[in-house]
Every structure is written in structure tokens, then in C-alpha cells.
Nanobody, 121 residues
Framework: QVQLVESGGGLVQAGGSLSASCAASGLTFTISTMRWFRQAPGKEREFVAAISWSGSSTTYADSVTGRFAISRDYTKNTVYLQMNSLKPEDTAVYFC??????????????WGQGTQVTVSS
């Protein structure tokens, strides 16, 4: 099992910055990838960014490329999402997700509780 606790987010004006963090505990040595998703009211959940647990690889959605940065602190088992140049359309609940792969290729995904990001125009 992997447990995730998110923090950060908040309210900011358009053009501002916010950050969110996701602390993992439990069987963290089995985590392969950490991802951030977001879900705005009335919309489907969408992928935001991903980072390999080793930190060697990152991926971003086109909508946030160049504005958001995902990183991780291996010593703290924590993943961060730095959000810059925020736009009102970035308003959503942001979730972190830990992907855990077992030796037999079974994959489990664990979700955090979500943190609200609100960008005012």
C-alpha cells in the first residue's frame, strides 16, 4: 500500500504562482511513477504532469508545458508541482497519483485526497 498526503494549492490571481506537494508513505520503494491530474467542475479529469520515481524522466500536458514543473525530493518521498503563469482555466482540484508496479507487472494506482487550486481573473 501507498498513502499520499497533498498540501499546498490555494487562491491566486491570474499570472501568479502556486505550488502543491504530495508526500508518499508506505511501500514507496515500489513506486515507479508519480503523476498529477486535475479535475475542474463539470469537466473530466485530465493529466497534468508525471515524473519517474528516479526523477530521470518528466512528462507534461501540452496545456501546462512551459508553465508547470514537476519535481521530487527522494529523501522526503515527496513530489512537487510548481505552477507558474497561472490562468483561470487552471482552476481545478489537483490530485497526485502513485503508480506501483509489482514484479509480475501488476499495476496499482493510489490517489491523494486532492488540493484545490483557484485562479481568479
Amino acid at each position: 500500500q501507498v498513502q499520499l498526503v497533498e498540501s499546498g494549492g490555494g487562491l491566486v490571481q491570474a499570472g501568479g504562482s502556486l505550488s502543491a506537494s504530495c508526500a508518499a508513505s508506505g511501500l514507496t520503494f515500489t513506486i515507479s511513477t508519480m503523476r498529477w491530474f486535475r479535475q475542474a467542475p463539470g469537466k473530466e479529469r485530465e493529466f497534468v504532469a508525471a515524473i519517474s520515481w528516479s526523477g530521470s524522466s518528466t512528462t507534461y500536458a501540452d496545456s501546462v508545458t512551459g508553465r508547470f514543473a514537476i519535481s521530487r525530493d527522494y529523501t522526503k518521498n515527496t513530489v512537487y508541482l510548481q505552477m507558474n503563469s497561472l490562468k483561470p482555466e487552471d482552476t481545478a482540484v489537483y490530485f497526485c497519483v502513485a503508480e506501483r508496479k509489482l514484479p509480475d507487472a501488476t499495476v496499482y494506482n493510489y490517489w491523494g485526497q486532492g488540493t484545490q487550486v483557484t485562479v481568479s481573473s
